[in-house]
């Protein structure tokens, strides 16, 4: 039945939603273009205009491109990385296999888990085995943190990558299948001609979340490296935060990373 009152069911049930969005985002984001053109601290009331140089600052900063060209590094590891062991786990979790749904249970615990506490728990255990093997911990070289926060990642989402993946490929129907099986498809051909191409819209996806997740990694980074050895491991987030709150006037500047992280 349809209502004879539009106007009332938007008020009911899209202004609040609305009204929530516009607040606590683009509200702030306007805001947050307009910090970047002043000199504000980050404290005083004052906001001088000073233009476009906080962002001149920004192309500037050796930090900045550290920590972008660490987190471009990081994305393209862990994107391939993660998807494909993801799709690989969901296509033997649909095999039928014994106790199949305890391992698809298993697998995606470690999503329920926040990301500080996964980065803590991570650095007592590599910390542990680095000691052991090398004498040292992850904040003795850049390269351990590095892939100390890729495991980290890789643990904690393929999972839930997975259930996506698991969805997608129960989705195709079984007729097709078994066409594929008597006209004589092995599992090779079978998974290369009929379960990828049909399972793209859950690459897709997956690539885009585990995507966007991987740029915007900080509280695994805050707790497993914070960054070291300096500022080493920091990515582009952390950069940002520690620009932003740890550097006494430089709130506009960080203010400015953060509108080009958002462009990014």
Request: glycine share 6%.
């Given at each position: 039945m349809?209502?004879?009152?539009?106007?009332?069911?938007?008020?009911v049930f899209a202004l609040p939603g609305l009204f929530c969005f516009l607040a606590v985002v683009m509200v702030p984001f306007i805001y947050g273009i307009y910090l970047t053109l002043t000199d504000w601290n980050g404290v005083s009331s004052v906001k001088n205009f000073v233009g476009l140089s906080n962002f001149a600052a920004v192309m500037r900063d050796a930090q900045f491109?550290?920590?972008?060209?660490?987190?471009?590094?990081?994305?393209?590891?862990?994107?391939?990385?993660?998807?494909?062991?993801?799709?690989?786990?969901?296509?033997?979790?649909?095999?039928?296999?014994?106790?199949?749904?305890?391992?698809?249970?298993?697998?995606?615990t470690p999503n329920l888990i926040g990301g500080i506490i996964l980065g803590y728990i991570w650095q007592l255990l590599l910390n542990g085995i680095l000691i052991k093997l090398t004498g040292a911990d992850l904040t003795f070289s850049a390269t351990y943190g590095y892939w100390g926060i890729i495991i980290l990642y890789n643990w904690q989402k393929i999972g839930y990558l997975m259930i996506i993946y698991i969805a997608g490929i129960q989705s195709i129907s079984a007729d097709l299948m078994e066409a594929a099986q008597i006209d004589g498809a092995n599992y090779r051909q079978t998974l290369r001609k009929i379960i990828i191409p049909l399972v793209m819209p859950s690459i897709t996806i997956c690539s885009f979340l585990s995507l966007t997740d991987c740029f915007k990694m900080y509280?695994?980074?805050?707790?497993?490296?914070g960054g070291?050895?300096?500022?080493?491991?920091?990515?582009?987030?952390?950069?940002?935060?520690?620009?932003?709150?740890?550097?006494i006037g430089f709130a506009g500047i960080g203010q400015a990373k953060a509108v080009v992280f958002t462009v990014l």
């Open positions: 349809k209502s004879s009152n539009k106007g009332k069911d938007f008020c491109w550290k920590s972008l060209l660490l987190t471009f590094k990081y994305v393209i590891a862990v994107v391939v990385l993660v998807n494909v062991i993801a799709f690989l786990l969901a296509y033997i979790l649909t095999r039928g296999i014994k106790g199949q749904n305890f391992f698809r249970a298993g697998f995606f509280d695994q980074n805050l707790a497993l490296t070291a050895p300096g500022t080493q491991t920091a990515m582009l987030a952390m950069d940002i935060c520690n620009t932003y709150y740890n550097r």
